[in-house]
């Protein structure tokens, strides 16, 4: 299983990660403040010149490419790679 996102050279997420690969995403139920999952995973940063993933995200959540491909710098695919995944729920009664 893997997760994929972007980031761009210029920005602080993409210096983050180059300097530490690893990475916790944090999911919150926003129905039940008990209920979480939590993905320990690596990255792995993948150059992305032909902006594919924009045009992927674009699609997804209908909004124009323009928007997106605002940031400075280059773009790169960001997958993670999870060697931990913990599932929060409340105890049902």
């Known amino acids: 299983m893997s997760t994929i996102t972007d980031a761009t050279s210029g920005r ?12 916790v995403l944090l999911i ?22 032909e902006k594919k993933i924009v045009t992927a995200f674009a699609t997804a959540y209908g909004v124009r490419e323009a928007v997106l491909n605002q940031s400075p710098g280059r773009r790169y695919v960001v997958v993670l790679r999870p ?8 105890a049902t009664g």
Do not use: H, M
Request: aromatic letters at 8%; charged letters at 20%; proline letters at 14%.
């Open 28 to 49: 919150l139920d926003p129905a039940n403040p008990y209920r979480s999952l939590e993905i320990r995973a690596t990255t792995e940063l993948l150059p992305d010149p």
């Open 83 to 90: 060697w931990r995944i913990v599932a929060n729920s409340p």
């Open 12 to 23: 602080q997420k993409y210096r983050n990660l180059v300097v530490n690969p690893q990475t």
